[in-house]
């Protein structure tokens, strides 16, 4: 249940008791040493308080040096302790995940700025999970509280990495999904000349993160962004390192649409992808003889190849967007950068985001245990199945992707075709015989 998934340690709050939370900090030491220091920071879900709280108290019991920096976004969490001098950062946070869920994303020094937590490392921290433990926590000693240092150091890098810019005259709207990026909301934007209209922005720990908001719940946005003859709208997920964007129609805007406007107005020959990515994309791409590498679900697989080949763009379609000279999506970023494309631009989102044409394209989720998850990788049935609905998707130029999800309880059945009713019976045909036989 504790191993690291696609993106850090996931699993229902209740799950991270001060024993394993414990073996965490154990963990690190285990892979770094005694004198490390440790930045502790997180999201708004209620559980992350105490959680912030008992890590704390580890890092006190064991003797390692820490501070507190209380609600931030997660990119801001990873910018700042580089540039504050730590050694790693614990991010609490279960990212899209409802307010009963939370998570750990660890972020050690790299070459030039933080990095999520090597193999090494997560492979350190998971045997500590294992070993029991002798734990006899401490009081925790009075520390000083990091957040407004870390806050303002974020707002400045987030105006340095967008300046110039000037977004005067235009009018949009923020979905901060009660979530980490709450603490920044319209500011940057407002200072820049934008009018916004906020919602969703609670600043303290809540049970309402992620509730019908955010990336994951584009409605609210849509409603505000068409009921009131918006430019368009932004929305981030929980902890702040997906953007998606509303146009003034109330279409969505996704992670692979904002690859392709914003690669070209970079004056970028080359993107990398994931399997999710609609055929739409890849066949802009191809036609636009842009180079593309395409790899497994999850951003560090994307910024992995992003390194390999030096490329300096990349996304998931779910709006996690890696912008030149990043390590890891940043919904703040994306958002201002993608403001500054339409203002500089005179074009509207919409128009920008035309650039690919979208393959119908249906997700269906399907409630799943671990040990269903084992099964579909293990079974021959299960892939015998797979393999003749790929060939059925041959009739509508279409493909098939079925993964477990990293994060969540769920296996995900994506198609794509030219015939979004064809699909849609195919995709729910799969997954009830799928059902049967796991």
Excluded at 73 to 90: H, L, V
Aim: aromatic share 6%; proline share 3%.
């Amino acid at each position: 249940m504790h191993k690291f998934g696609t993106d850090g340690i996931r699993s229902k709050a209740t799950d991270f008791t001060p024993e394993f939370l414990a073996k965490i900090i154990r963990g690190l030491i285990n892979y770094s040493g005694d004198n490390i220091r440790v930045f502790l920071a997180g999201d708004t879900r209620e559980s992350t308080e105490w959680i912030l709280q008992d890590l704390a108290t580890a890092c006190e019991t064991f003797g390692v040096e820490y501070a507190r920096a209380g609600i931030l976004p997660t990119p801001g969490i990873n910018y700042c302790f580089y540039e504050m001098g730590f050694d790693f950062a614990i991010d609490v946070t279960a990212s899209h995940n409802p307010y009963t869920d939370n998570g750990i994303k660890i972020f050690e020094r790299g070459t030039d700025q933080g990095a999520k937590l090597c193999e090494q490392g997560r492979s350190t921290i998971e045997a500590s999970l294992t070993t029991d433990l002798s734990y006899d926590p401490v009081s925790v000693s009075d520390r000083a509280d990091l957040h407004a240092e870390a806050l303002e150091l974020y707002i400045s890098h987030l105006e340095n990495y967008a300046a110039p810019a000037n977004f005067n005259g235009l009018h949009i709207g923020m979905d901060c999904a009660n979530g980490a990026t709450s603490v920044v909301g319209s500011q940057i934007f407002e200072k820049l000349g934008a009018k916004v209209e906020l919602i969703n922005c609670s600043q303290k720990y809540n049970t309402d993160i992620n509730k019908d908001c955010g990336s994951t719940h584009l409605e609210s946005l849509m409603k505000l962004v068409t009921e009131n003859h918006l430019d368009f709208g932004v929305a981030f997920d929980g902890d702040g390192d997906r953007c998606l964007a509303i146009d003034h129609e109330g279409h969505e805007v996704d992670g692979d649409q904002m690859l392709a406007f914003l690669s070209q107005y970079l004056e970028l020959d080359a993107i990398v992808t994931t399997v999710m990515a609609n055929q739409g994309l890849l066949n802009w791409a191809k036609d636009a003889n842009i180079h593309t590498e395409i790899t497994a679900v999850g951003d560090p697989n994307v910024v992995a190849a992003m390194l390999e080949h030096d490329i300096k763009i990349g996304s998931e379609q779910n709006g996690h967007v890696i912008l030149p000279g990043l390590t890891s999506g940043d919904g703040m970023l994306t958002a201002l950068l993608t403001t500054k494309a339409v203002a500089d631009s005179g074009k509207s989102l919409a128009d920008l985001a035309s650039i690919i044409t979208k393959f119908p394209q249906v997700i269906v989720n399907m409630t799943a245990t671990p040990e269903q998850k084992q099964a579909l990788k293990e079974s021959k049935t299960a892939s015998q199945l797979l393999s003749d609905y790929d060939d059925k998707l041959k009739s509508v130029s279409g493909r098939l992707l079925v993964r477990p999800s990293g994060t969540e309880n769920l296996i995900r059945i994506t198609m794509w075709g030219d015939d979004e009713s064809v699909i849609t019976k195919l995709a729910d045909e799969l997954k009830e015989k799928l059902g049967e036989i796991l």
